[in-house]
């Protein structure tokens, strides 16, 4: 699946953050490298990361990113060069001659005399656990979603008796049943679909979508979650990029013109963080009339999201701390005051609004027991309950829409387009 | 998840088959490498498959493995014999010094002083394309399978008014779906979960488990299939014991002790074919008295199935050509006279009995029409039907059951103990 196997290795990788070092010497960017009108074999030095790696016999190609393009430049060396160092994401600099290439492809070409690592790359599968959680659950996850129910097709007409015993829906969130595998594992994701009954025929909403979840155990602060969703999104976007470079390009070229350099912009910043609160400040100073009018203590709408982030350069903004009152039981308590708010995040993003939404957990115990006494919830979630009786950490976690990260990254108007089988209100095709 | 990566890995990947090349010089096996008592500098030769790397700094650790033996070797070699060719999979001749290892892990390891590659394996994500199939559908893909039907849980009680327009159910294969995209990808696999609403207590099912299924275009004789699902159980496994040796070690040693020896019996030795019918003549031979008496034309119950995988020397066993009137409409009819058979595969394991089922897709356009037509489901299945009209090819495809492999592979007697959150009648916890 399309950028689907880029996600789960950016997940399950750990990076180090690769640090150049600099050097006297002149330099040229990649973007400069690549728009060089003349190449009768002028020596330059290139800085960048390595996108893909290809080792031939006589010949090594590497691709070479340093952000200042979307395209990546094509460096050819002698086989020598070769070694296990010169990996996915590693940190190269690399000295040579300009040329042209002989390829189709590409204009020019970097024919390599030197390249000296300047940051090792070892992305062994040994970040986050991948657990399947189930599709079929007992549990309502967000409180109030709009469920689908399942039973078997030929009990229909029998509804007192239920094939589970207990009235069985299809998941809305892995997240609960991470949180019981985080207790263990520390860091884990899951990665499956999910489900909304909902009677939308809204360009961003399916009946069946895929989710990325990942739950952390000892995370204390929303900005420790903030840089593991933005890492995400960013290394996920990279790795796209480089391994599906043809199918980026049709979109952005025939779909989605302009959206390359959108996304680099996305890419190249780092991501704004705003409270609810500003948010709801920014909305009502808006020149914009908005359907639904902002107001401190209601949700925020798809035309708020995307009002905020044009506001904010159409960079992508984490909005932090919500009403307690807005937002499930689970959420931590932020324990401030008049204006009370509990420690989630919501990450929206140009042309799609929120793609991303996490929290910190309410670990402790007696704050989560009253919050399912206020929810009603406390005997269907006793067993969540005796999870902050034993071995209780700090902890939180986040889920990000599949398709809506392909639209965002494609520049694709309907989520019905990334995905080969849509399914939403009044269609199941196939 | 346990394993899943390993078969996901294994899917994708092609391997070029390694040949390896005879030399005069007495060699060991890794059996007998490891079951060396004096380790007092010997020389000697190892020839094998690396099964994982770990590069250093200064030193290099291959895990070479040759099918003697499910423990690999660790060789220990310096640095500058690290090269890309050094990878999963390739072949090696190995000559050095087997010594005490300082390692508390292994008796001895191999201090190399010549490492020869003797087959390379470029594993590149290049095979099969990961595609997500549906998990809600308006198809009954096995035509009289146990079905869950999905309705928005405050509908229920509106039986006459369906969210998608028609009757939706919980995938029980994504085999039909796979089908349209094999038609644009030639070789495609899916991997998730898949459901059915059997009321069974039985130690191998589950109301909702996972099923790696491929289609593949242009193949024509079960014999290709055979490969691909030979060789995919084989290198999964290959896979699951180096990355995983200490989980499944856990396995082995205390819940199914005695498996580590048939578990290598089935890797060392070539799968099995016998037809379904003799198989049947098999069973009607066998001196154990059947709870169903064994006949041609009736389906293999569990216990027919264990009988035969235990006649074949508990070696895994396809069982293929199936009456044509026990199976779906879509398999390949083998047009053989008064014992109608269709061109189908079963694979039987030690333990579990069927663990694959697979089978040539009916690809000629009026055989499928009038099977369909017999069925009475032309109408339904009129865009499958479709599919034949236009660019048409002979393809086939498998199904494996995700728990039943580990069930096989680890020696685990019930399902339910190999998946994290195991649904079945009467039970959905959590």
Redesign the interface.
């Known amino acids: ?1 399309f950028g ?2 880029c996600l789960l290795r950016a997940l399950r990788s750990c990076t180090s953050a690769p640090c150049p070092r600099h050097k006297p010497s002149a330099r040229l960017s990649v973007r400069d490298a690549l728009g060089a009108r003349s190449t009768n074999g002028e020596r330059v030095k290139v800085q960048g990361w390595i996108r893909s790696v290809r ?1 031939q016999k006589e010949v090594l190609f590497l691709h070479v990113n340093d952000g200042s393009s979307l395209e990546s430049l094509q460096v050819v060396a002698d086989s020598s060069f ?3 160092e010169l990996a996915f994401g590693s940190s190269v600099e690399v000295q040579g001659q300009l040329v042209k290439s002989p390829s189709k492809k590409q204009n020019v070409e970097l024919k390599a005399e030197k390249i000296e690592i300047v940051g090792n790359c070892d992305a062994k ?1 040994s970040g986050f656990v ?10 309502d996850c967000e409180g109030a979603g ?12 029998v ?1 007192e008796e239920n ?8 998941t809305v969130s892995g997240q ?2 991470l949180e ?2 985080s207790g263990a594992f520390t860091q884990v994701f899951t990665f ?2 999910t ?1 909304r ?1 909902e009677n939308s025929q809204s360009r961003r909403h399916l ?2 979508f ?1 989710m990325v979840e990942a739950e952390i155990s000892f995370v204390e602060s929303l900005q420790d979650l903030m840089q593991v969703m933005e890492g995400l999104f960013k290394t996920a976007t990279m790795m796209v990029l480089s391994n599906c470079t043809e199918d980026v390009e049709l979109c952005h070229k025939f779909i989605a013109p302009g959206q390359k350099d959108r996304l680099e912009h996305m890419l190249k910043n780092n991501f704004l963080i705003i409270s609810y609160t500003e948010a709801v400040e920014i909305l009502k100073q808006a020149s914009q009339n908005f359907t639904f009018t902002p107001e401190w203590g209601v949700d925020l709408h798809t035309e708020h999201e995307k009002y905020l982030v044009k506001h904010c350069g159409n960079i992508p903004v984490f909005v932090i701390n919500y009403p307690l009152a807005l937002k499930p039981f689970y959420m931590r308590d932020n324990e401030d005051g008049p204006q009370h708010t509990v420690a989630a995040v919501d990450l929206l993003v140009p042309g799609v609004g929120e793609l991303f939404g996490g929290s910190l957990r309410e670990e402790r115990y007696h704050f989560l027991e009253q919050q399912l006494a206020r929810s009603g919830l406390t005997e269907a979630y006793q ?1 969540y309950l005796d999870l902050r009786r034993f071995g209780s950490v700090p902890h939180g976690g986040f889920g990000m829409g599949f398709e809506r990260y392909l639209q965002c990254i494609l520049g694709i108007d309907n989520i019905k387009d990334v ?3 849509p ?1 939403f ?6």
Chains 1, 2 share one sequence.
């Open positions: 699946m689907a196997r080792s070769d070694s296990r599968d991948h657990i399947h959680t189930p599709i079929i659950t007992s549990n709009e469920l689908f129910q399942v039973e078997p097709s030929s009990k229909i007409k509804p094939f589970f015993n207990v009235p069985a829906f299809l609960l049943h019981v595998m499956g679909p489900f009954a009946a069946e895929y067993w995905i080969p089988f399914r209100t009044h269609s199941c095709v196939l």
